[in-house]
């Protein structure tokens, strides 16, 4: 399920009684590793182990497109963990750069094309994702966000 929308707020809404963790990064090509290893981190110690590949492959893909598309001074990430799921939110200062998956095979010259397939790598792993828009009428943030979730007997315990 992918979702669009222009709020104020955040969306996904925070779970009750999840918890909520931030980390800003510098727009540099090192804060996908920084971003994978800070969202691997936070899934080991609330018990998430089964959604750590997973959600490596997804904030890769993301923070990668907000460096690589954006002129932002920070990647601001934000990841909320439940008990059934967890969300993460990636937000640059590009709002009306809309994130758009690419076509499966992309054939250029008889080569297939590098690159712009990761947000259908992030289609096919997340629940849902998407993107908010914040800022009402003069928009300041754009956050691509995905959330993942383990089936019920697979949570570690």
Known sequence: MTTVTATATPVPPPPQGGETYRLAL???ASAAKVARDFVTSLLGVNRHRGL???????VTEVVTN???HTHTSLIRVHVTVDHKQATVSVAD?????FPVPAEPVAVCMGREQEGGRGLMLVDSLARAWGFTIYGG???KLKAVWFTLAEARNEVAG
């Open 137 to 139: 009428r003069s928009p």
């Open 66 to 68: 907000a460096h690589r």
């Open 26 to 28: 510098p727009n540099t």
């Open 52 to 58: 750590v590949d997973d959600a490596r492959l997804c």
């Open 93 to 97: 200062d590009r709002p009306w750069a």
